[in-house]
């Protein structure tokens, strides 16, 4: 085992109390990242990805069993106390979701919402916050970001709204991203531009990233490392070369077949 | 905010019942309380300045009208910022905790519908006398329970989405979540509801007037008024209609306004953020 490791999940389950008993929706995972990789984890819908994310942020649904053991830069993330999970939330690690348009509260200013972050978590003024906030738009690429601040989600387009989310996440400087589909609901160029944000960022901030998608054109585009997720079991992990070129598993191989199929003129995605 | 204009002729008339109700017994030379013997039942007439005339009691009609409506209003308003406020948080820690916790608290609403509002007010006025603040409990305890369920409501919906979640993630508390999040989202509906809440209350405390429950005589209310009115319809049947006229103006002003602000909010109609 190599230097520091962001994020360490060593047989992770989830299992939901359904009516008829218990449905195991995440099943034994287990990964490694290191600081500073991006590891991207493709499925289809419905396999269980969302559920491996809120399971690490602690926000699994009530009655969901969590098991086995998530560790954020050595501490134990499965099983930790309300409070502790909350002081790491959004602070060590962060979330930025699928749809940008309803992850911001509509009724509060942009400004206003990236600052409460930081006076939660690093009880800073709401002068200072905003000065920070506006400081992480402008890293984010936006520009006018002091315009931005006083602005409201709506008047924003869909990409800005994005990296106000990228930028919220990114306001405490976390250990680790966890991006859930980021640029699926964007176009193709607003994408490009998000993923190559992405890079960027995790370059100079050093950070971990796990990047959930069913795009496996996305990850060949920034993942270190992919893996695939069928039925709530990780079946397949390794290098994003690697596993492009020689899939092992029938659920690596349909998803590949199908982002061919959809763009049929790229016969190689790497 | 795009969309279909205020009711602006009936924001105005509003207006000015407030206004000729907080200012007319202010500079008129009567009060509402002093009978005067050589003034009975006087016909309206601009000679000697009751301009609505006087009732049985040669009191001036407009000063006791106004005073009607501004006890009327009082109760009104006094009531449904009860109503709001408790309705409001039950409601919203209701749906935000869900679970265990709602359960218990609209349980206890449930209840709480099931006391009969009359008896109820009629118990309260033998423990307590009559009173008018006692209005204001009797309406504020009742009409809260709708407030409850239907702020309760909202909050259910607003907890799935995203941005709740987003919250969370950032790693907000509960109170803060409501605090920041839910309430500010709640503004639209709640603003719709206190509106439309007003006429509702005036009309329940002209009802307890009219039976004999609301404000003590000399004091007056809209309500009061037109139960002394209607038993002296035959002979000076416009100890009825003023009062009731107003009160019917004051109703349908505050429901189209209401209305409009409703509309406003409702995403669905193309207003609203």
Redesign the interface.
Known sequence: MSAVLALQVDGLSVTHAAADGARTVVSDVSFSLPRGRILGIAGESGCGKTQLLLALLGLSPPGAQVGGSALLSGQQLVGADRRVLRRLRGNRIAMVFQDPMTALNPYLTIGTQLAEVLQVHRGLSKSQALLHSQRMLEAVGIDAPARRLRQHPHELSGGMRQRVLLAMALLCEPDVLLADEPTTALDVTVQAQILDLLLDLRERLGMAVVLVTHDMGVLAQVADDVAVMHAGVLVEQGPVQQLFDAPQSTATQSLLAAARQLSPTAQGLV | MNSAPLPRWSLLLLLTIVVLAVVVPWISPWNYYTPSWDELDLEPTFVNGHWLGTDDLGRDLLVRLMWGCRISLLVAVAASLTSLFIGVLWGATAGYA??RVDAWLMRTVDVLYAVPFIPFVIVLTVLFGRNIVLLFVAIGAVSWLDTARIVRGQTLALRQ???I?????????AA?IVR??VL??L?GIVAVYLTLTIPTVILVEAFLGYLGLGAQAPLTSLGVMIADGAAQLRSRPRLLICPALLLALLVLCCNRVGDALRDRFDPASGGG?
């Open positions: 869900g679970g989405r995203e941005f979640t987003a919250a969370r993630v950032g790693g907000m508390s803060q920041r999040h500010p989202n503004a953020a």
